[in-house]
């Protein structure tokens, strides 16, 4: 099995982190949330990859923070 540093969400997702062009930042996230939710899916049902699990939720999270403080959206948690 690969190692999560070389799946596809999180080459996607550590790109997303280095943007500085709003345009681009916000299309890299798209990318990087799509293939989180598809790497979610692969998982479904399977009790293993505990640690990338986490790596997912957490990136979840700094993508959501990504966006209401470089992107301008509404805080989803206040």
Known sequence: MPDSNSS???QLYL???K???SKRLADLAYCAEKAIFFRL???EGSSDHAGERRELKEACTDLMTLR???LGWPNPYL
């Open 19 to 21: 943007e500085t062009d």
């Open 41 to 43: 899916a692969e998982l």
């Open 8 to 10: 596809p969400w999180k």
């Open 15 to 17: 790109e997303t982190l």
């Open 68 to 70: 209401v403080e470089k």
